[in-house]
C-alpha cells in the first residue's frame, strides 16, 4: 500500500444523517481540497456495505462489494494514512436484521440472519454476521491512542450561547443502582505476562473439557483480565431494582452498551426484560421459545412474534400494571426502555438524563425521577457520583464552566470488552480456565450455567504510547491531569505499574493525580464548575463514556467534539463526533425534507486533517486550507449558521452553504498564498452574490416527504438529489 495509489485523505462512507449530510457536503470539500492538489476518496464502512462484504459468494459480481474495512485497517498501519471517520452504525440484531432484509428486497441473495443456526451453512452465516454485529470497525481502524477536547472555537460558542440545563433538587428521588457483588467489577481477575504466550479458554465441567477458544496470541507485557458475571446475582439483583422502583414511584431503566459490548449486554439486556416480564415467562415460556422469542432482541421483537396469541398479549398487558413505569424511548409509540437493545445507549442516554435534572420520560409523555439500573458496578460509580454532586450543588452553569478533556487508552483493541472472541455466555456449571502454551493456568472462575465471562486485554506498546501522551498533553495545557484507575480493581492496579515509573522517568509523577473513577468524577466536576480545565486519562470503554458526559453537559452534545487518534505508526485518523440521535433525523428528513443533522464535527475533523497532511506531505497549500477551515467553523458559531430543529428553517444543507461561503472568504483574503487566494475570489465573489437564490432554493425543498430509496442502503443518486438541491451552488461548487 502506497500513497500514489490511494487518495491522500479518506472519507468514510458509513449511514444514516452523517452519511446523508455527506451526500451535501464532501462535493465542497472535494472542490476546495483540488485546489490544494489534494485527492479526497471514500471507504464504505457501513453496515450495509460491511454485509455485503462478507457475502461475495452470494452476489452477482455487479453487485460485489470490496471488504473496505479490511482494507483501512491495513492503511491506519501505514505513516501516510490520513482518515476521517464519520460515525457509522454498531448493530445490534434488530438493526442487523432490518439492514439484512432491506438488502434482500434490493435483490441481494443474501442468507436470512440463523437466530438458532443448525446446519453448516447456517454456522457459516451466523458467524459472518457476527463479525459485523456490535463495535465491530473501532478496533479495527483504531491503531492509535485518543485524544478527545471541545475544539476551543466550540467552546467559546457554548460558553456565550449556554444551552438550558434541567435543574436539580437535593430531594431528587433519582437514583443509580448496580449489583453489590457477582458482576464484572467483584469477579475480575488481571496479570501482565512477562513473555509472550499463546493462550486457550477452556470450560471444565464434569462431562469434561471443552475449549471455548484457543489460539488467542499474547505479545510480551501484555495486561490480560479475565472475569465473569453471575446470572443468578444479576437476576436477583433485577428483581429487587424492579420492586424498589415501583415502592419508590420512580422510573424503571435500563443503561448498557449493548452495540459496542455486543456480546455481554444483548445478554445483559435479555435478562432485564425476561426479569420484568418474569410472570409471562414463566406460564408461557415453552410457548414463547416455540414462537422463536430471544429476550435479548427485545420486548418490540417479542410482541411482534405474539401479536396472533391474545393470551399472552393480555398476560403481558396485565403484567406491566403490576410493574412500575418504564422510561420511555417514544412515549408517543410506546417505544419502551427494553423495546430495543440499541436504544438506549449508556453514554448518551445517562448524560441527557443528568442534563435533564435528572429527569426521564415516562410512558404519559412527562418527565419524571428515575432508577437508572446499571448492573455491573465497573463503571456506574461515574453516574452515580454525578448525580450525587448536582443534587448537592445544583445544577451546572455552560457559560462558566471549564472543560474536561479526554486521553483515552483504545490501540490495538485495548480493552475491548464484550466486543470481541472472548466472551461467552456459559452452558453448563463448571470452571473456565484460561491456560497459556506451557500449560500455566492463567484465570480461573468457578462459574454456573447461564453466567457471563469474558477476557479482554491490553497491549504494553500502547499503554506507553497512552501515558506519554498524556504527558504531552498535560504539558501543553498545563492544567489538572487524572488518570482515572482504582488500585483496588485488578485491571487498573495493572496499569498503575506502568504508569507510575514512566511519570518517574519523565519526572512529572507531580503533574498528575491517580484517583478511582468515582473520585475523579467529582474532582473534575469541581474543577470544570470553577472554570477550569481537568484531563481525564481512562481506559477505552471510560474514553467512551466520559467523552460524552461532560461534552452532553458543556457543550448540549458530544458531536462537536475534536477527536483526533494519533496512529502509533505515524497516520493520523480524525473522528467526527457521536451520532445516537442519527435514526430521528433521518426519520424527519423522510418526512419533511429537513436534516437537523450538525456537520460541525466533521468541519472540525477536516481543518485537522488537512492540517495533519500539511506536515507530513510538506503540502503548504493543504496547511492554508486547514486554517481556513478554523476560520469558517468559526463563522458559522458566530453567525448562527447551525442547523434548526424545525422543517422550514436552515437545516444541515444550509450550514453547508455558509460554511462553504465563509471557507472561501478565508481563502481569498489571506495573504500567505496568493495562488489560492486567485483562485477562490472568484468562488468568493459568486456563493456571496448567491446568498438570495440559494438559501431560497434550500429552504423550498423541504416540508415534503422525500424517497431516499432504502435506509440502510440508500440510492446514491436520489439521496444526491435531495441533499443537493440548490442549482445555483451546485454549478458554483460543481
Known amino acids: 500500500m502506497t500513497d500514489q495509489t490511494q487518495p491522500d485523505i479518506i472519507y468514510t462512507k458509513?449511514?444514516?444523517?452523517?452519511?446523508?449530510?455527506?451526500?451535501?457536503?464532501?462535493?465542497?470539500?472535494?472542490?476546495?481540497?483540488a485546489a490544494a492538489g489534494v485527492t479526497v476518496g471514500t471507504r464504505d464502512i457501513s453496515l450495509a456495505g460491511r454485509i455485503l462484504a462478507a457475502f461475495p459468494d452470494f452476489l452477482s459480481d455487479e453487485q460485489k462489494q470490496e471488504?473496505?474495512?479490511?482494507?483501512?485497517?491495513k492503511l491506519v498501519k501505514e505513516p501516510h494514512a490520513n482518515v476521517i471517520k464519520l460515525p457509522n452504525i454498531s448493530a445490534s440484531v434488530p438493526q442487523l436484521v432490518a439492514a439484512i432484509e432491506e438488502l434482500q428486497g434490493q435483490g441481494y441473495a443474501i442468507p436470512d440472519y440463523p437466530y438458532s443456526p443448525e446446519s453448516d451453512a447456517e454456522k457459516e452465516a451466523r458467524a459472518r454476521y457476527d463479525a459485523i454485529k456490535g463495535s465491530a470497525v473501532n478496533p479495527v481502524l483504531r491503531e492509535g491512542n485518543s485524544d478527545r477536547r471541545a475544539a476551543t472555537a466550540v467552546k467559546k460558542f457554548a460558553q456565550a450561547n449556554p444551552h438550558r440545563m434541567g435543574d436539580w433538587s437535593s430531594d431528587s428521588k433519582t437514583r443509580v443502582a448496580s449489583m453489590s457483588g457477582g458482576d464484572f467489577f467483584s469477579n475480575e481477575k488481571s496479570t501482565t505476562l512477562d513473555k509472550a504466550a499463546t493462550a486457550k479458554i477452556v470450560l471444565e465441567t464434569a462431562d469434561g473439557e471443552t475449549v471455548l477458544k484457543e489460539g488467542v496470541s499474547f505479545p510480551e507485557g501484555t495486561v490480560v483480565d479475565a472475569t465473569f458475571m453471575s446470572a443468578k446475582a444479576l437476576d436477583a439483583f433485577l428483581a429487587e431494582e424492579i420492586e424498589k422502583t415501583k415502592e419508590e414511584g420512580t422510573l424503571f431503566s435500563l443503561h448498557m452498551k449493548a452495540t459496542m459490548m455486543k456480546v455481554s449486554d444483548p445478554i445483559i439486556f435479555g435478562h432485564a426484560v425476561k426479569e420484568f416480564l418474569k410472570p409471562v415467562f414463566d406460564k408461557y415460556g415453552d410457548e414463547l421459545k416455540a414462537a422463536g422469542v430471544d429476550p435479548s432482541s427485545g420486548l418490540g421483537d417479542l410482541l411482534k412474534r405474539v401479536q396472533d396469541k391474545p393470551e399472552i398479549k393480555a398476560a403481558i398487558d396485565e403484567c406491566m400494571k403490576d410493574r412500575p413505569a418504564m422510561y420511555m424511548v417514544d412515549s408517543g409509540k410506546g417505544i419502551t426502555n427494553l423495546h430495543v437493545p440499541s436504544d438506549v445507549i449508556i453514554d448518551a442516554s445517562m448524560p441527557a438524563l443528568i442534563k435533564n435534572g435528572g429527569k426521564g420520560w415516562g410512558p404519559d409523555d412527562a418527565t419524571h425521577d428515575t432508577n437508572c439500573v446499571i448492573p455491573d458496578n465497573?463503571?456506574?460509580p461515574v453516574y452515580d457520583e454525578t448525580i450525587k454532586y448536582f443534587k448537592e450543588t445544583g445544577k451546572l452553569d455552560p457559560a462558566t464552566a471549564g472543560t474536561v478533556q479526554n486521553i483515552g487508552l483504545m490501540a490495538q483493541k485495548a480493552e475491548e470488552y464484550g466486543s470481541h472472541p472472548t466472551t461467552f455466555e456459559i452452558p453448563q456449571d463448571g470452571t473456565v480456565?484460561?491456560?497459556l502454551d506451557d500449560g500455566t493456568v492463567l484465570h480461573?472462575?468457578?462459574?454456573?450455567?447461564?453466567d457471563i465471562w469474558r477476557s479482554a486485554s491490553a497491549k504494553k506498546a500502547p499503554i506507553e504510547d497512552w501515558v506519554m501522551l498524556a504527558i504531552e498533553r498535560q504539558k501543553e495545557e498545563n492544567c489538572e491531569a487524572i488518570f482515572w484507575l482504582d488500585e483496588n480493581r485488578a485491571h487498573d492496579a495493572e496499569l498503575i505499574k506502568f504508569v507510575k515509573p514512566i511519570l518517574e522517568r519523565e519526572g512529572v509523577s507531580d503533574k498528575f493525580l491517580i484517583m478511582a473513577p468515582r473520585e475523579a468524577t467529582r474532582q473534575s466536576l469541581e474543577t470544570i464548575r470553577e472554570g477550569k480545565t481537568s484531563i481525564a486519562i481512562?481506559?477505552?470503554v471510560l474514553r467512551d463514556y466520559l467523552t460524552d458526559l461532560f461534552p452532553i453537559l458543556e457543550l448540549a452534545t458530544s458531536a462537536k467534539m475534536l477527536s483526533i487518534v494519533k496512529l502509533m505508526n505515524g497516520g493520523g485518523?480524525?473522528?467526527t463526533g457521536a451520532g445516537g440521535s442519527a435514526p430521528k433525523h433521518v426519520q424527519q428528513l423522510v418526512e419533511e425534507n429537513h436534516l437537523r443533522w450538525d456537520s460541525l464535527g466533521e468541519f472540525c475533523a477536516l481543518g485537522e486533517s488537512l492540517k495533519f497532511l500539511a506536515s507530513a506531505r510538506d503540502n503548504s497549500k493543504a496547511r492554508v486550507l486547514g486554517k481556513a477551515v478554523e476560520q469558517a467553523t468559526q463563522g458559522v458559531l458566530d453567525n448562527d449558521r447551525s442547523p434548526s430543529r424545525k422543517a422550514g428553517e436552515p437545516d444541515n444543507r444550509d450550514s453547508h452553504y455558509w460554511?462553504?461561503?465563509?471557507?472561501?472568504?478565508a481563502l481569498a483574503t489571506q495573504t500567505e498564498d496568493t495562488e489560492i487566494s486567485a483562485h477562490f475570489a472568484p468562488i468568493s465573489k459568486a456563493l456571496i452574490e448567491g446568498e438570495e437564490a440559494i438559501v431560497s432554493e434550500l429552504i423550498g425543498a423541504q416540508g415534503k416527504p422525500v424517497d431516499l430509496g432504502g435506509y440502510y442502503h440508500a440510492d446514491e443518486k436520489k439521496t444526491s438529489s435531495v441533499m443537493r438541491p440548490s442549482k445555483t451552488l451546485n454549478d458554483i461548487i460543481g
Open 444 to 450: 480461573e472462575h468457578k462459574v454456573e450455567k447461564g
Open 659 to 665: 460554511f462553504a461561503r465563509y471557507w472561501a472568504e
Open 14 to 33: 458509513v449511514d444514516e444523517a452523517p452519511e446523508l449530510a455527506s451526500a451535501s457536503l464532501l462535493p465542497i470539500i472535494r472542490t476546495f481540497a
Open 433 to 435: 480456565k484460561m491456560v
Open 538 to 540: 481512562t481506559g477505552n
Open 67 to 73: 471488504d473496505d474495512l479490511a482494507w483501512l485497517g
Open 573 to 575: 485518523l480524525f473522528e
Open 378 to 380: 465497573s463503571y456506574a
